[in-house]
């Protein structure tokens, strides 16, 4: 699933091709937004809130000549997408490509102005609502880690609710901060030399939220997101990915387990040596992040889709 850094990288690609301009055409491929029509609504802005991207629409300008019969309200909208596990948002400047046919199962919206098409395909989350109502979407969500602003010390008393609960569990709650996925939750943990596992009371909040925060604005500066500043193929992050092979700082073994409560087990890599502290182990056999093999048919997509 992209991290906070990629969804914020998207954000501000869309923020550049389409804010202050009015939208040429538009079409929402999603069931329950199959008839809103936005054509001739201006977008305000495209930003970022932890994994969700809010496309912020103007009112309808009830002056527009031609104006046709509003399918949504007039008042200023919200666009939230979720890019989920294999969502993507591109831009390509208009006329570059052909609008996309209603046979392709992969478009869930395609938003054209004067100059830029961007196409979102396989989006998890698709919804319309009123801007005053964006918080019923977003409102359960912890603070933006990567927000201008971001206070560290309103983020850890929501860390602390439950003081046992496994550090790493807590970092990819995004009820108690929003933005840090397995990549990042790996990589700060080890950074600060701490094991996934450790109670999250035992643990230095502020200096493990500012390490989180500095690795997720880099990468959103990146093409390729480093955290350890070496781009070569493997060598990108210090444990995320890297299980059964060297640690980078001690040469121990980097292992991987899952952590988090039963219906959300996600992959904590860790080193044992660099990170003591509690740890289940696997077998030390090289594994990959869950859902990285093709051949699971959970993982498959539908026959026909593209």
Not at 84 to 106: F, I, L, Q
Not at 178 to 187: L, R
């Amino acid at each position: 699933m992209p991290e906070g850094d990629t969804v914020l990288r998207t954000a501000r690609r869309l923020d550049q091709a389409l804010a202050g301009r009015p939208l040429v055409r538009a079409e929402l491929r999603w069931p329950s937004l199959g008839d809103a029509d936005l054509a001739g609504r201006t977008v305000a802005e495209v930003t970022a809130y932890g994994k969700h991207i809010l496309t912020r629409i103007c009112a309808a300008d009830p002056t527009m000549p031609g104006r046709r019969r509003p399918t949504v309200p007039d008042e200023p909208l919200t666009l939230r997408s979720h890019l989920r596990m294999e969502g993507r948002w591109y831009v390509h400047a208009r006329g570059a490509e052909p609008w996309p046919s209603p046979g392709r199962a992969s478009v869930r919206a395609v938003l054209g102005g004067a100059d830029w098409t961007a196409v979102g395909t396989w989006l998890g989350l698709l919804d319309l609502v009123p801007t005053v109502a964006e918080r019923d979407l977003i409102g359960h969500l912890g603070p933006d880690i990567m927000a201008d602003g971001f206070d560290a010390g309103i983020a850890a008393p929501r860390m602390l609710t439950d003081p046992v609960r496994p550090v790493g569990a807590v970092l990819l709650d995004q009820t108690t901060v929003a933005g840090i996925g397995t990549m990042y939750m790996a990589e700060a943990l080890f950074v600060q030399r701490v094991s996934p596992w450790t109670p999250v009371a035992e643990v230095d909040l502020p200096a493990l939220l500012a390490t989180a925060r500095r690795q997720l604005l880099r990468g959103a500066s990146q093409a390729v997101p480093s955290t350890t500043g070496n781009p070569r193929r493997g060598m990108q992050t210090y444990v995320h990915g890297r299980s059964g092979r060297p640690c980078q700082r001690c040469g121990g073994t980097v292992r991987v387990a899952e952590i988090g409560p039963t219906d959300k087990r996600r992959p904590a890599f860790y080193c044992p040596v660099c990170q003591p502290g509690p740890a289940p182990t696997d077998n030390g056999r090289p594994q990959k992040p869950l859902g990285a093999n093709p051949g699971y048919r959970e993982y498959r997509r539908p026959t026909g889709y593209r």
